[in-house]
Each structure stands twice: as structure tokens, then as C-alpha cells.
Nanobody
Framework: QVQLVESGGGLVQAGGSLRLSCACS????????MNWFRQAPGKEREFVAS????????NYTDSVKGRFTISRDNAKNTGYLQMNSLKAEDTAVYYC?????WGQGTQVTVSS
């Protein structure tokens, strides 16, 4: 059974930073790319960032380029999303995905 557990969300002022973590149980983590998505109230879930299985390549949606950094530590079965210069429009529930598995999400709220 594979489980993904996100953590690190919270309330932060605009311009602040948060670091999200995605801890994976099971043996799939190091074999697959990891993705972060987010869903704001009343909106569809959207792609935020991805990283290949070995961390060699990353990809970001345009709105977070230069502010967010995705990374992973396969030895710890954990992925991360460092979020800097946060904006009110970054407010959403953030989800990680590995293969077909999704976490339960962590709330990020940015006050302006």
C-alpha cells in the first residue's frame, strides 16, 4: 500500500516562504517522477511543478517559475516544494502525486 502525506502548509503573509514536504511510504517513490498540483476554491486542480525520478529535470507552470523550487531525496522517500515570494493567488490546497497515487493535500493560505 502506497501512501503520500503532505505537510508544511499554513498561513503566511504575501512575500513570505513555505516549504512543503511529501513523504511516501512504499517502494515506488524513487522509480517515478513526482508532481505537485494545487486547487484553489472554485477552481480546477492545476499542475504546479514536476521532477524526474532522479531529480535531473524539473518543470514548472509559468506562474511559479523563479519563485518555487521542486526537489526530492530518494533516500528519504520524500519530495519538497520550496515556495518563496508567495502571493495571494498561490492560496490553494497543494497535492503531491507519484505514479497514480495522490496525497490528501495541505492548505496554503497567503494573506495580502
Amino acid at each position: 500500500q502506497v501512501q503520500l502525506v503532505e505537510s508544511g502548509g499554513g498561513l503566511v503573509q504575501a512575500g513570505g516562504s513555505l516549504r512543503l514536504s511529501c513523504a511516501c511510504s512504499g517502494r515506488v517513490f524513487s522509480a517515478y517522477a513526482m508532481n505537485w498540483f494545487r486547487q484553489a476554491p472554485g477552481k480546477e486542480r492545476e499542475f504546479v511543478a514536476s521532477i524526474t525520478w532522479n531529480g535531473g529535470r524539473t518543470n514548472y507552470t509559468d506562474s511559479v517559475k523563479g519563485r518555487f523550487t521542486i526537489s526530492r531525496d530518494n533516500a528519504k522517500n520524500t519530495g519538497y516544494l520550496q515556495m518563496n515570494s508567495l502571493k495571494a493567488e498561490d492560496t490553494a490546497v497543494y497535492y503531491c502525486r507519484v505514479s497514480i497515487y495522490w496525497g490528501q493535500g495541505t492548505q496554503v493560505t497567503v494573506s495580502s
